[in-house]
């Protein structure tokens, strides 16, 4: 065994060289190991989805069916109601459907036209905006050559059975890509008033790509998501400070997720007799079995999304749990053979998160949240977030690490700031990523005792970029998730350092409350701190919110001569402090002399620079700049620290600037 100091000494170098290293990786890797984030309008007729009434037996299940009923008082603004019937065919991995879609025009505005989201064209082939932009992989899951994926529009007619086929057309609106057919505009026969309802009935055809973009198989499992003709989101005058009434059109990119509208989802899903469903929602009935098919159905509302994941392995855990805020919910685990032993686990991760967010924030108000555990080689499916249904890391080995809770908890967070809190993901990504990754942070430290290492992540941002802007502009799916995940939380948790925790967490509160069931902007959050605090915060937003900065507080120079004062013999020393970037407020400086005598300081953060000038017995041996690391912007720590007496300062910063860097650094480290 090495003595104790030896042993430092090592730890000290070692973390040093990875240090280094570090700053010169991507940040892909560091993201993953710490967060857990019409085609062919003629075919072949549509196979039947409804099997008849008189074959369907009742199945025994491991499932539990409660007989909760719609909820009287709608919490969301329900503009859009799908009725679908979905197949799936296992052997040629398709989904064939029938969908009855009614939108409800809720502006002021007559609207002569309808948007769908045809989500599984991005699938098609090599040039689509999608595959083109993230270049066939999401995170670190590869596009195989089986990852191809489409869907066909059948049909898609008025409730008269006037067919609209021959009024589609393709739109593409960000980039003009001619390849792209993820969205797709149909002119309506006649115009829907403010406050009038049309139905729309469609008959659609998926093909299931091998998975490695949150939809597709692996195997025998399935992942369905963003699997139907989905309608765009249109948002009325107000919503997310637009000043007319208008249809939110994007294509489906590479870095993006999703955008909808609340509303209703009355599912039935038609799968082979060995499958198990896990889906959006809570089962209306038992499953039955027809023949060779089993037969489920699903109902959810005020949910603006659907998905549902299949296999015959599926291992079926049920609880049920309680807490202040969560009035009553059953916990579905569906788990992969390899991991019916973490069971307890995963129960531990889901109730505790759910406990915690309802605690902090607001309360739960759905009667289901379902797990889905995919297997090893479908880790394409994993770490997802749908309405009541998230997806948990792969099993990719028996014994995971922490990454199991980590990717629980933070996509149960995402039931609050992507589910109910329905921020625009397309154009304000930071919103949703950047305040579950926040929670996910105070959950872990809480339950688990686990904290992140916020000086070696501030040191990742090697690219900061502007939080407000559309997903697919960052430069890559990398630069994507090392701002709005990563540095989006040390945004926020600058804002905490100044505020408090205690205000933070009322600051939350506040715009949960505020903007669940709503689409809020990065606008209605800033007012929402600025409500919950009585000050304004137009400074800090636009350095770091609307702007790229980080926050650099550096020790810029030492200068130290000897002086006789009253026949004694001293030293004056002079000490810049600079920043760069925006302030996070206060600093703490400690000035170090050869006697040992320190003299710190604290500079309230104020303008770009600041001087110190001090008059002692002995020399200023060495200066440091936010000691306890608490400025969690700063993403240059290496030259907070400077030793007085070596007249190179570039080398004081890397030989004894570094060493001191990583002692502090240390310092923080649980071992």
Known sequence: MYPRKMLRIALILATAAVLVLSLRQSFGDAWLSGYTYAY???????????????????????????????????????????HIDVHLHEKDKKLHGTQSVTWRNPGQTTVSELYFHLYPNAFMNKNTTFMRESGGKLREDRATTDSVGYMKLNALSTENGTSLLPALQYVRPDDNNPNDMTLARVRLP??????????????????LPEVFARMGYSGDFIMAGQWFPKLAAYETAGTRGSTKDGWNLHQYHGNSEFYSDFGIYNVRIQVPSRYKVAAT???????????????????????????????????????????????????KLYLDPLHVHLKERYLHAAKSSLAKYAQWYGDYPYSTLSVVVPPKGGNGAGGMEYPTLVTAFAAENESPGYSLERTVVHEIGHQFWYGMVATNEFEEAWLDEGLTSYAEDKVMEAVYGVESNLPIESSY????????????????????????????????????????????????????????????????????????????????????????????????????KPVKKDGKKQYDSVVLIRREGGSLGPVAVIM????????????????TKIEYRLTH??????????????????????????????????????NMGLVKLVELMLSRMGW
């Open 40 to 82: 062919n309008l003629t075919a072949a007729p549509q196979p039947s989805v409804k099997p008849p009434e008189t074959l369907e037996q009742p199945v025994s299940e491991p499932e539990t069916v409660p007989k909760p009923k719609p909820k009287p008082a709608a919490l969301s603004d329900r503009i859009a109601e799908y």
């Open 281 to 331: 929602g809570f089962p209306t009935k038992s499953a039955v079995i027809s023949g060779d098919n089993k037969v489920y159905r699903f109902y959810a509302d005020d949910v603006h999304d659907f998905a549902w994941a299949a296999s015959p392995d599926f291992v079926y855990v049920e609880e049920a749990f309680s807490a202040p805020g969560v009035p009553g919910v059953r916990i």
């Open 190 to 207: 006649e115009p829907v008033v403010p406050g009038g309802r049309i139905t729309l009935k469609a008959a659609f055809e998926v093909k």
């Open 592 to 607: 170090q002399f050869e006697d040992g005598t320190t003299m710190p300081r604290i500079w309230d953060g104020n303008g």
């Open 461 to 560: 941002m090697t690219s900061p970029a502007p939080l407000k802007q559309h997903s697919w502009h960052y430069e890559s799916n990398d630069h994507y998730a090392e701002n709005v995940y990563m540095r989006a939380k040390l945004v926020l948790l600058g804002i905490e350092q100044q505020v408090g925790e205690a205000k933070m967490q009322a600051i939350l509160r506040t715009y949960f409350n505020t903007y669940k069931f709503r689409h809020p902007s990065t606008e209605d959050f800033q007012a929402i701190v600025e409500k919950v605090t009585g000050r304004p915060w137009d400074d800090y937003f636009k350095a770091f919110v609307y702007g790229s900065e980080m926050s650099d507080v550096a020790v810029d120079s030492i200068q130290v």
């Open 617 to 654: 017995d002995t020399p200023l041996a060495w200066v440091v700049a936010d000691p306890n690391l608490t400025n969690m912007l700063d993403n240059k720590r290496i030259n907070n620290f400077m030793k007085a007496e070596l007249p190179a300062k570039e080398r004081n910063r890397w």
